[in-house]
């Protein structure tokens, strides 16, 4: 494995830290409340940093992401390239790639993705009764594009409780019932999408589809769904990395200012240990979040790694916001102090794609899964070995020409080998 950033990756990390630390101010966060800052979004995108993550991948996505929890911005940033770019990238026809990914880079189009699939959506192919999946046909095998290119359609219906930036969507991505992909256009008619408020500022609604007009993205069959679950989860932890950081970034400053009895507060031991522990899970859910991008952009499985990644950004990730408010004492009660919101980002980053406990379970299940393909796979392999094994002894004599290679004929047994009929002739009687 190789963390080390190429030098676009690097360029575009600088530049982002720049403009998040110039513009993703407390006084504007305040301003923005639960909205999106359409400000800074704008600057994001007019120095292309959407588009760049097309070239810098996944991992330099999630270095991006970084930069943006750190200050808590609120942008779609996450959303848009790991439900948008990055998956009709992927997993998009030549036209779709061709029409979606400039105005996605550009920043004109902005998706979010109603995940994780919880089967309350069903798609309805044209012509079909409702309650017919577009994603399933009488053999059981999904419709692909036909000879002309053209993307299968589909009327999906109902509902995803709560999705992240909808309201600033232009395209959602939605997992229908059987896990197939369909982008669905917001504007239209048939969508309703209805202001939620989340623990943190978001921008989130609760998606209605009554008939809405879906196009495919991928192929038959859910494992469209799973890439693109697996690599939000390792974009989303990396956001959760530079939420955590931010934290213990503000809870550093303040320690080692803020004096109690005559003495910085950072000089007690309490502080110090509990300081150390939040540094270290940062850097755990940093580590795994890398190693999971690296894998996806080098063309490795990433599942399981996902997983893990995942479940430190939930597990550590709450445990790091947590003490960066208690290390503040009596200040980081006060909900308009500037920690309060990494706190609040990491509680929601916590569950989101996912509790600990619930990936956890999942990547117990990948694991138990893999196990016994592989004691199954041993155990046809000794079997195999087995069913060759007197024809490759025999191979093994002729090759080698030795007197001691046994004779066997169908239905006689074994015959004695040449030299113990040797043997046998000159034993007296």
């Known amino acids: 494995m190789d963390f080390t950033p190429t030098e676009e990756q690097t360029a575009a990390r600088e530049l ?63 959303a848009t390239c790991v439900y948008g770019l990055l998956a009709v990238a992927a997993h998009g026809t030549r036209e779709q790639r061709t029409r979606l990914l400039p105005a996605i880079g550009a920043g004109t189009v902005v998706v979010t993705g109603a995940f ?11 012509g079909r009764p409702n309650g017919t999946a577009a994603s399933a046909t009488p053999t059981g095998t999904a419709p692909a594009a036909d000879p002309t290119g053209t993307v299968p359609t589909a009327k999906l219906t ?22 197939g992909l369909w982008l669905v256009p917001t504007a239209d008619a048939t969508v309703g999408v209805e202001p939620v408020e989340t623990t943190a500022p978001w921008s989130a609604g609760r998606l209605t589809l009554t008939g809405a007009p879906g196009e495919r993205l ?62 270290m899970d940062t850097e755990a859910i ?49 909900l308009e102090h500037p920690v309060h919101r990494h706190f609040l980002w990491g509680r929601q980053l916590d569950a989101y794609l996912g509790c600990g406990s619930e990936v956890l379970a999942e990547l117990g299940r990948l694991l138990a899964d893999a196990a016994t393909e592989g004691e199954a796979d041993t155990a046809l392999e000794g079997e195999a070995d087995t069913a060759l094994a007197p024809e490759a002894e025999v191979r093994t004599a002729m090759e080698t020409g030795a007197d001691t290679a046994t004779e066997v004929e169908p239905g006689r047994g074994e015959k004695p080998s040449r030299q113990e009929q040797r043997d046998q002739e000159e034993e007296p009687v």
């Not at 999106?36 to 999630?62: F, I, M, N, Q, R």
């Not at 991505?173 to 896990?179: F, Q, S, W």
Request: proline share 5%.
């Open 286 to 334: 940093r580590v795994t979040a890398y190693e999971a991008a690296w894998r996806h952009d080098a063309g490795l499985p990433f599942a399981k790694h996902a997983l893990t990644a995942a479940w430190w950004a939930s597990e550590a990730g709450q445990r790091v916001v947590h003490a960066g408010q208690h290390l503040h004492g009596g200040t980081g009660a006060d």
């Open 116 to 126: 994780p699939a919880r089967g309350a959506i069903r798609a309805d192919a044209p």
């Open 158 to 179: 109902g509902i995803a409780p709560v999705v992240p930036w909808l309201r600033d969507a232009t395209w959602v991505l939605v997992p229908d019932a059987d896990r």
């Open 218 to 279: 991928g192929g038959p069959g859910p494992g469209a769904y799973e890439h693109v679950l697996a690599a939000s989860r390792v974009a989303f932890a990396g956001l959760q990395a530079g939420a955590c950081a931010g934290s213990l970034a503000r809870a550093v400053a303040h320690t080692s200012t803020r004096e109690q009895f005559g003495r910085p507060l950072a000089t007690n031991q309490g502080v110090l240990l509990r300081a150390a522990d939040a540094y």
């Open 16 to 78: 982002a830290a720049r403009i998040f630390g110039d513009l993703s101010t407390h006084e504007r966060l305040t301003a923005a409340g639960t909205g999106t800052d359409a400000g800074l979004w704008k600057e994001l995108c007019a120095a292309g940093l959407p588009a760049a993550v097309e070239e810098t991948g996944l991992l330099g996505l999630v270095l991006l992401l970084e930069e943006q929890g750190r200050t808590t911005a609120q942008v779609p940033f996450a």
